[in-house]
């Protein structure tokens, strides 16, 4: 039992490239989530998809986008990077309208 | 949603116990109180939660007050494994998205 996973642990991109972070979670939750933390602050929500086929927009949704490509499975895109995108991203899993929310180990992103 | 006060930082003396305080005054008849950690550079972990009794569970104790205005995690014997950056959060219970803010640093010194 993994928990959540994330790959890739760490990343380079310049601006204008394209990358997908992945997120898997093997405790069979209905719901996944996107943050970022930025240093010395908090996590900010990105997106998040209650169930399998539903996604929706955090508190900071611009610039990416998402995939719930299946109940184990959800990815984040940036389709064109930016260097106000450098953070750590961690992705979260839980079970539906509980905010007991289980997190991968981050996945650090720099864009130069 | 209520918005919660955090001290930014706080020591605690390896072995003894840290009690971390939060101030929620806003909050509303159907909101959970939420603590979360995050040691550093890695993924926030889920402490524990309580709606208006006090909770207790393996790793902390959580004491609401009685006008549920503030609450108090009580860490009863730290270790320096507890350095960590502490979340308050307060949550509709059928609202599973989760807002964190700055949270409290605290450092356990031996």
């Known amino acids: 039992n993994a928990g959540v996973t994330q790959t890739p642990k760490f990343q380079v991109l310049k601006t204008g490239q394209s990358m997908t972070l992945q997120c898997a979670q093997d405790m069979n939750h209905n719901s996944m989530y996107w943050y970022r933390q930025d240093p010395g602050m908090g996590l900010r929500l990105i997106y998040y998809?209650?169930?399998?086929?539903?996604?929706d927009k955090g508190e900071v949704p611009n610039g990416y986008n998402v995939s719930r490509l299946n109940k184990r499975e959800f990815s984040l895109r940036l389709e064109s990077a930016a260097p106000s995108q450098t953070s750590v991203y961690f992705c979260?899993?839980?079970?539906?309208?509980?905010?007991?929310?289980?997190f991968g180990p981050g996945t650090r992103l720099l864009v130069l | 949603d209520a918005k919660t006060t955090q001290p930014p930082s706080m020591d605690c003396a390896e072995g003894r116990a840290a009690n971390l305080p939060c101030n929620h005054s806003t909050i509303s008849g159907n909101e959970y109180v939420y603590w979360y950690r995050q040691i550093h550079s890695q993924g926030p972990q889920y402490i524990i939660h309580g709606l208006k009794n006090n909770e207790t569970n393996e790793m902390a104790s959580l004491i609401i007050t009685e006008d549920r205005k503030s609450s108090t995690l009580i860490l009863p014997h730290a270790t320096l494994r507890d350095t960590a950056v502490y979340y308050c959060i307060v949550r509709v219970g059928d609202d599973y998205k989760l807002s964190f803010g700055a949270g409290t640093t605290v450092t356990v010194r031996a």
């Open positions: 998809s209650a169930s399998e086929g539903t996604t």
């Open positions: 979260a899993s839980s079970v539906p309208r509980v905010s007991t929310q289980y």
